[in-house]
């Protein structure tokens, strides 16, 4: 048999079975589960209420308050307060409150707690982030979790692979947010609704890995189970080369343009150069899409000695403490703060409307985040494109959506 | 079993924040959040069901967050079941895991806001009575199936467990 990357992965977690096809149900053994301070609450609820008194291994599971924090009311203080208890009743030392927390997604692969070949499930649908680095994961809701912390396993049905092939050469200031967008844009919100995502090429092959984990973060925004790109180096971990793939899309990205997504959707997508009339009054560099360093790094460039227009808002969040401590050793805060944006300590905040930044009747926010979906950042009435840090730093100058070009 | 209810349309890619924004994820209580169910887009839509009614949607119904809050939400506005052409997977696996009842058929296009629905859980069955049709679902996948037998995934876990 020929399998892909993702079916290796889930036939050597999945002791019982000697072989997996896709449509397949497993029950699937796991190395790690975590929620947050949304998600968590419900699943441990759910774990008491089926009367369970233990873990199965203290050590896979992680809680991370990163939604609310630091606590923005006091009900969502109470929420958060509820992970601490519980990590301290069963003795989860990977539990991070504001000071040594970070976005989940950012700080997970950055204290190594995931690892490639490793198959890893959480309470919030951006855990397929993890597929960057020849992880299986995939995001489901608290009472699979729940589940997972008594069992230490889930269910699953083995998805299908689309394999994505990438050639050419990406142009300057376009990133793995751009190719991801472009894909979705091809795609839409359902494309690849159930599946596995895989990415590769050789413009995948040349990719640092922030951009990788942007990419595999926005698998779900077009519908799908996972996002993977398979590890570099010695590993052996890749797909057979007869691999069946339900689908094979190739794209020359040659010549393409920073994207961006429009209003409502993420898959509502235009190169940046036709949305120049668009005005914004409010632009955020951060979340578990674009808010590590080579983000922050990228957005420094544009912004370095100049100022940021009057006329908006700038929020710039580091999504790790450890992020935060390096932007400041660059320099990349002090550029931050004289060009008049703000910076923020990590949060998931401004993203899904939580708070850092929610916004108004009628405003218009350019974000690096992954979901534009009406009202996600705040009002019903207010409107969200998504973009790279790049084009987010550009536009936070022109007060309006602009290319980095034009800086 | 059989449900009965009025149908409530939705069109398609309704997401989670729709179904309940994320400002009101600091409860789990599905009295409280089934009162801001679907407030975005349809604000009076709370007020308007009754007991037993039912949501009818388009293609890739729950896509977006993971907030298992999204169907407690629906079932807590008092919403009974969930008919749609197709559903985004983590919602799918969450209303299994917590028995909110859910169909796909490609012909809830045909279905009206107002119309009276019957829907036979075992058998899969919508009876549109306004319209004297019947339409077929998907049945759900054996696995699947154990799981909505069980009453949802923490009673199947105690049988499996057992």
Same mark, same amino acid.
């Given at each position: ?23 397949? #149900? ?29 873990? #199965? ?141 895989? #990415? ?135 550029? #931050? ?71 | ?23 009101? %994820? ?73 028995? %909110? ?15 009276? %629905? ?45």
């Amino acid at each position: 048999m020929n399998y892909t990357i993702t079916e290796k992965i889930l036939m050597s977690h999945t002791p019982e079975k000697k072989e997996i096809h896709p449509g397949e #149900f497993i029950w699937a053994k796991i190395d790690l589960a975590l929620a947050n301070d949304i998600t968590a609450p419900l699943a441990i609820e759910e774990f008491k209420k089926a009367g369970a008194k233990k873990v #199965f291994d203290k050590n896979k599971i992680a809680l991370v308050a990163d939604h609310f924090t630091p606590a923005k009311d006091s009900r969502s203080a109470n929420q958060a307060k509820m992970l601490f208890d519980f990590a301290k009743e069963h003795s989860i030392k990977n539990c991070f409150d504001v000071g040594r927390m970070g976005v989940e997604h950012a700080l997970l692969p950055e204290l190594g707690l995931v690892a490639p070949g490793d198959l890893v499930v959480g309470a919030d649908s951006h855990t397929c982030t993890y597929g960057a680095l020849g992880v299986f994961s995939t995001g489901m809701g608290s009472t699979d979790i729940a589940a997972s912390w008594i069992t230490g396993r889930v269910w699953l049905r083995a998805p299908q692979t689309i394999k994505f092939v990438y050639k050419g050469k990406l142009t300057k200031w376009a990133s793995g947010k751009d190719l991801i967008l472009h894909t979705i844009g091809d795609i839409g919100v359902d494309g690849a609704l159930y599946k596995a995502m895989e #990415f590769t090429g050789p413009v995948i092959d040349k990719l640092d890995m922030d951009s990788r984990l942007a990419m595999c973060n926005m698998a779900i925004e077009a519908g799908g189970k996972s996002g993977i790109i398979a590890p570099d180096g010695i590993s052996k971990l890749k797909s057979d080369k007869n691999a069946e793939y339900s689908e094979i899309k190739e794209y020359d990205i040659s010549k393409m343009e920073p994207q961006v997504a429009c209003p409502h959707l993420p898959s509502n997508v235009k190169p940046v150069s036709q949305l120049k009339n668009i005005k914004v009054d409010q632009v955020i560099i951060g979340s578990c899409t674009n808010g590590r360093i080579s983000d922050l790094r990228v957005a420094a460039k544009v912004l370095k000695g100049k100022k940021v227009t009057s006329s908006a808002r700038t929020v710039i969040i580091p999504a790790t403490q450890n992020i935060m401590k390096q932007a400041i050793k660059e320099g990349l805060v002090d550029i #931050f703060v004289k060009s008049g944006c703000a910076v923020s300590t990590p949060s998931c905040g401004p993203c899904l409307g939580g708070h850092c930044g929610i916004l108004a009747d009628g405003e218009t926010a350019i974000a690096t985040t992954n979901r534009n979906f009406l009202g996600r950042m705040g009002s019903p009435k207010s409107f969200v494109y998504l973009s790279n840090p790049a084009v987010a730093a550009a536009s936070a100058i022109k007060g309006r959506i602009a290319h980095p070009e034009e800086i | 079993m059989i449900l009965k209810g009025r149908a409530h349309k939705f069109g398609n890619d309704i997401n989670t924040d729709d179904i309940i924004a994320a400002k009101y %994820l600091v409860t789990t209580d599905p009295a409280e959040l089934g009162a801001k169910c679907m407030e975005t887009i349809a604000p009076d839509f709370a007020a308007k069901v009754k007991k037993g009614d039912i949501i009818v949607a388009g293609n890739n119904f729950g896509c977006g967050s993971s907030r298992e809050h999204a169907p407690v939400s629906i079932k807590g506005a008092g919403i009974s079941c969930v008919i749609a052409k197709s559903f985004a997977r983590i919602f799918y696996r969450n209303s299994i895991n917590i028995g %909110l009842p859910i169909f796909e058929t490609n012909q809830a296009d045909d279905i009206k806001t107002g119309d009276e %629905l019957e829907v036979d859980l075992v058998q899969g069955e919508i009876k549109n009575i306004t319209q004297n049709k019947i339409y077929k679902s998907e049945a759900f996948a054996g696995f699947m199936q154990e799981i909505v037998n069980a009453g949802g995934l923490m009673k199947w876990i105690r049988r499996k467990r057992v």
